[in-house]
C-alpha cells in the first residue's frame, strides 16, 4: 500500500482539526497507520536483537575508525611529523583547530543533508572521501599541504555523529538509546589502544624515503576506505526500508519506538521547527554544556607530548597512550549502564563522573615533577569525565520531538562541540611548558562548570513535567490519513498523534527523560 501525496490529516469527530499533506506527517506513519494490534514484547524483543546484529557493529566499528583517523595527528606526533614537516608549535595546534572549525561550518549543512538524502549512503560518501584525505597526509611535505587535508577531514566528519544520532533514534527506544549511544562512543577508547598499537607497529617499519608517520596514514587510511564501500551497500538508512528486516518487521520496528513519541523522520525542512528550536532554552543549555565539556579535548592530540614530558622514549609513550583509551572504555561502559538501570538518573551519574577529573588536575599541577607515577595516575584520572558528554548526546536526542527540531538541535549541539575543540589548543603554549598550570586551569573550570549544567538542565525539564502533568488529557481527538489499498481503494486510517512530527513543545503529551 502507498500514500497518496495528497492525502489530508483530518478530525474524525469534526472538531477545529489541523489540516495537513501527508509530507508533514512522519515517514513511519505508512506503515504502522491504521494497525490495531498490540506488540508482543517477546516480538518486539526479537526485532530489537536483529536490528542490534546488523547495525550496531557497523557503528562501532565506524565510531573506532573515525576517531583513530582523527587523532593520527597526535599519534603521528611522536612517529616525526613536526620535524618531517618542520611544523611549529603554534602550526601543530592549528593543524588540531582547523579540523573542528571546518567540522564547524559544514555541521549545520552536513545535518540538513542527513534529513534530505538517505542517512546511510550520504554518510558512506562522507566516509570515502575522507579516507583519500586521510591518506593523502602521507604525501604532505608542508603545513600547508597538512592544513588542507585536515580541513578535509572535518568537513567529512562532521556527518557522522549527527548521523548516528539519528540512527539512534530511528531504531531504539529512549532507554535502549542511551546504551546504544554509549556503545558505539566507547570505541573512541578502543581507537586509542588500537592506533597506540599501530604506532608501535610503525615504529618498527624500516623503508627509505617513507617514515613511521606516514605509513600510519596509510594503513589508517585503506582501512577506512574499506569501511566505506561496506556502509554503502550494508547499511540501513531507516526501519522503513531496512533491507535485513521483512515488510512485517520493518512496521513492528516503527511501532516499537512508538513510546518514543518522535516518530521515525520527515524529508520536509519545517522552518517553525527550526525557529522553536533557536528559542528553546534546553538548546543552549546543552551547547554550552558541549562547548565547555570539550575544551579539555584538546588533550587527545597533547596526550603524547605530555607523556613525552614525563621523561618516556618514544616507545614507551606509544604504548602508555593506550591506557586513557581504557579508561575510557570503563567509564563510558559503567555510565551508561548505571543510567539505565536507574531511572531519570542521567545529570547525577553524568556529574559524577566528574569527581576524578577534579583529583587528577590536582595531582598533575600539586605533586612534585619527579613524581613519574602520580603525574602520571593524574594524567590518566582526567579522562574520566567522558560519560558526562555521552551521556548529554543520547538525554537530547531523547528530549526532543520533531525531525526538523531535531536536526537542528543536533547541529547546533556539535557545532558547540566544534568550538569546544578548535578553542582548546590554543591554550597548550610553549610558554606554558612543561607544567602547563594555564591550560590545566582552564580545564578544571570548564569541569566545576559542567556538571553544574547538567544539574540545570535535569531541573528545567522536570519543572515542565511537572507543568505537563497539571494539564488537562486531551483524548478527544482522532487524526485519519488517506490511503490506497492494493486494489485501488481509497481508504482512511488512524493515524497516531506520535506519528505527526510533532516537536516536544507541540506535543503536550510527550514527557521529559530526566
Given at each position: 500500500?502507498?500514500?497518496?501525496?495528497?492525502?489530508?490529516?483530518?478530525?474524525?469527530?469534526?472538531?477545529?482539526g489541523?489540516s495537513?499533506?501527508?509530507?508533514d506527517v512522519?515517514?513511519?506513519?505508512?506503515?504502522?497507520?491504521?494497525?490495531?494490534?498490540i506488540?508482543h514484547?517477546?516480538?518486539?524483543?526479537?526485532i530489537?536483537?536483529?536490528?542490534?546484529?546488523?547495525?550496531?557493529?557497523?557503528m562501532?566499528?565506524?565510531?573506532?575508525?573515525?576517531?583513530?583517523?582523527?587523532?593520527?595527528?597526535?599519534?603521528?606526533?611522536?612517529?616525526?611529523?613536526?620535524?618531517a614537516?618542520?611544523?611549529?608549535t603554534?602550526?601543530?595546534?592549528?593543524?588540531?583547530?582547523?579540523?573542528?572549525?571546518?567540522?564547524l561550518v559544514?555541521?549545520y549543512?552536513?545535518?540538513?543533508?542527513?534529513?534530505?538524502?538517505?542517512?546511510?549512503?550520504w554518510?558512506?560518501?562522507?566516509?570515502?572521501?575522507?579516507?583519500?584525505?586521510?591518506a593523502?597526509?602521507?604525501?604532505?611535505k608542508?603545513?600547508?599541504?597538512?592544513l588542507?587535508?585536515?580541513?578535509?577531514l572535518?568537513?567529512?566528519?562532521?556527518?557522522?555523529t549527527a548521523?548516528?544520532?539519528?540512527v539512534?533514534?530511528?531504531?531504539?527506544t529512549?532507554t535502549e538509546?542511551?546504551?546504544?549511544?554509549?556503545?558505539?562512543?566507547?570505541?573512541?577508547?578502543t581507537a586509542?589502544?588500537?592506533?597506540?598499537?599501530?604506532s608501535?607497529?610503525?615504529?618498527?617499519?624500516n623503508?627509505?624515503?617513507?617514515?613511521?608517520?606516514?605509513?600510519?596514514?596509510?594503513?589508517t587510511?585503506?582501512?577506512?576506505m574499506?569501511?566505506?564501500?561496506s556502509f554503502?551497500?550494508?547499511?540501513?538508512?531507516?526501519?522503513t526500508?531496512?533491507w535485513?528486516l521483512?515488510p512485517?518487521?520493518?512496521?513492528?520496528?516503527?511501532?516499537?519506538?512508538k513510546?518514543?513519541?518522535?516518530?521515525?523522520?520527515?524529508?520536509?525542512f519545517k522552518?517553525?521547527?527550526?525557529?522553536?528550536?533557536?528559542?528553546?532554552p534546553?538548546?543552549w543549555?546543552?551547547?554550552?554544556?558541549?562547548?565547555?565539556d570539550?575544551?579539555p579535548?584538546?588533550?587527545?592530540?597533547q596526550?603524547?607530548?605530555?607523556?613525552a614530558s614525563?621523561?618516556f622514549n618514544?616507545?614507551?609513550?606509544t604504548?602508555?597512550?593506550?591506557?586513557?583509551?581504557v579508561?575510557?572504555?570503563?567509564?563510558?561502559?559503567?555510565?551508561?549502564?548505571?543510567?539505565t538501570?536507574?531511572?531519570?538518573?542521567r545529570?547525577?551519574?553524568?556529574?559524577?563522573?566528574?569527581?576524578?577529573?577534579?583529583?587528577?588536575?590536582?595531582?598533575?599541577?600539586?605533586?612534585?615533577?619527579?613524581?613519574?607515577?602520580?603525574?602520571?595516575?593524574g594524567?590518566?584520572?582526567?579522562?574520566?569525565?567522558?560519560?558526562?558528554?555521552?551521556l548529554?548526546?543520547?538525554?537530547?536526542?531523547s528530549v526532543t520531538?520533531?525531525?526538523?527540531?531535531?536536526?537542528?538541535?543536533?547541529?547546533i549541539?556539535?557545532?558547540?562541540?566544534?568550538?569546544?575543540?578548535a578553542?582548546?589548543?590554543f591554550?597548550?603554549?610553549?610558554?606554558?611548558?612543561?607544567?602547563n598550570h594555564?591550560p590545566?586551569?582552564?580545564?578544571?573550570?570548564c569541569?566545576?562548570?559542567c556538571p553544574?549544567l547538567?544539574?540545570?538542565?535535569?531541573v528545567?525539564?522536570?519543572?515542565?513535567?511537572?507543568?505537563?502533568?497539571?494539564e488537562p488529557?486531551?483524548?478527544?481527538e482522532?487524526?485519519?490519513?488517506?490511503?490506497?489499498?492494493?486494489?485501488?481503494k481509497?481508504?482512511?486510517?488512524?493515524v497516531?498523534?506520535?506519528f505527526?512530527?510533532?516537536?516536544d513543545?507541540?506535543?503536550?503529551?510527550?514527557?521529559?527523560v530526566?
Amino acid at each position: 500500500m502507498s500514500l497518496e501525496s495528497s492525502g489530508v490529516l483530518k478530525d474524525q469527530k469534526h472538531h477545529a482539526g489541523v489540516s495537513l499533506s501527508t509530507k508533514d506527517v512522519d515517514t513511519g506513519a505508512q506503515l504502522v497507520s491504521g494497525l490495531t494490534s498490540i506488540l508482543h514484547p517477546d516480538e518486539a524483543l526479537r526485532i530489537r536483537r536483529k536490528i542490534d546484529k546488523h547495525i550496531m557493529p557497523m557503528m562501532c566499528i565506524l565510531y573506532w575508525v573515525q576517531f583513530m583517523d582523527k587523532t593520527t595527528l597526535g599519534e603521528a606526533a611522536i612517529l616525526g611529523i613536526e620535524q618531517a614537516t618542520n611544523l611549529t608549535t603554534n602550526e601543530y595546534n592549528w593543524l588540531g583547530t582547523v579540523f573542528y572549525l571546518s567540522y564547524l561550518v559544514f555541521e549545520y549543512p552536513q545535518n540538513l543533508a542527513l534529513q534530505r538524502f538517505p542517512v546511510g549512503k550520504w554518510m558512506s560518501i562522507n566516509i570515502f572521501v575522507w579516507a583519500i584525505a586521510l591518506a593523502c597526509h602521507a604525501a604532505c611535505k608542508n603545513f600547508a599541504g597538512l592544513l588542507v587535508v585536515r580541513l578535509l577531514l572535518g568537513v567529512c566528519e562532521g556527518s557522522i555523529t549527527a548521523g548516528f544520532l539519528i540512527v539512534s533514534s530511528m531504531f531504539y527506544t529512549r532507554t535502549e538509546q542511551t546504551l546504544r549511544v554509549g556503545y558505539w562512543f566507547l570505541m573512541n577508547g578502543t581507537a586509542q589502544i588500537i592506533s597506540g598499537f599501530i604506532s608501535f607497529g610503525t615504529l618498527h617499519i624500516n623503508t627509505t624515503g617513507f617514515e613511521p608517520w606516514q605509513w600510519l596514514m596509510i594503513i589508517t587510511g585503506l582501512i577506512t576506505m574499506i569501511l566505506a564501500i561496506s556502509f554503502w551497500f550494508f547499511f540501513p538508512d531507516s526501519p522503513t526500508n531496512a533491507w535485513f528486516l521483512t515488510p512485517d518487521e520493518r512496521a513492528k520496528a516503527v511501532q516499537r519506538i512508538k513510546e518514543n513519541q518522535t516518530g521515525v523522520e520527515n524529508k520536509r525542512f519545517k522552518k517553525e521547527q527550526m525557529i522553536e528550536a533557536l528559542t528553546d532554552p534546553k538548546t543552549w543549555l546543552f551547547a554550552l554544556f558541549s562547548a565547555l565539556d570539550n575544551v579539555p579535548n584538546s588533550l587527545t592530540n597533547q596526550q603524547t607530548l605530555i607523556l613525552a614530558s614525563f621523561g618516556f622514549n618514544a616507545l614507551q609513550t606509544t604504548l602508555l597512550s593506550c591506557v586513557p583509551g581504557v579508561i575510557e572504555i570503563l567509564t563510558i561502559f559503567t555510565g551508561v549502564r548505571l543510567a539505565t538501570r536507574r531511572p531519570n538518573s542521567r545529570a547525577y551519574v553524568g556529574a559524577m563522573y566528574f569527581v576524578p577529573s577534579w583529583l587528577g588536575i590536582l595531582l598533575v599541577n600539586l605533586l612534585p615533577w619527579s613524581n613519574q607515577t602520580g603525574l602520571l595516575i593524574g594524567q590518566f584520572l582526567t579522562g574520566c569525565s567522558v560519560p558526562g558528554f555521552v551521556l548529554s548526546l543520547s538525554w537530547l536526542n531523547s528530549v526532543t520531538a520533531g525531525h526538523t527540531k531535531k536536526v537542528v538541535t543536533n547541529a547546533i549541539m556539535l557545532s558547540a562541540y566544534c568550538i569546544g575543540n578548535a578553542a582548546g589548543p590554543f591554550m597548550w603554549k610553549t610558554q606554558y611548558k612543561p607544567r602547563n598550570h594555564v591550560p590545566w586551569a582552564v580545564i578544571g573550570a570548564c569541569y566545576v562548570i559542567c556538571p553544574v549544567l547538567l544539574l540545570v538542565i535535569r531541573v528545567v525539564l522536570a519543572r515542565e513535567n511537572k507543568i505537563r502533568d497539571a494539564e488537562p488529557v486531551d483524548d478527544d481527538e482522532e487524526y485519519v490519513i488517506e490511503k490506497i489499498t492494493e486494489d485501488g481503494k481509497h481508504v482512511e486510517v488512524k493515524v497516531d498523534k506520535e506519528f505527526l512530527d510533532l516537536t516536544d513543545r507541540q506535543n503536550r503529551d510527550f514527557r521529559y527523560v530526566l
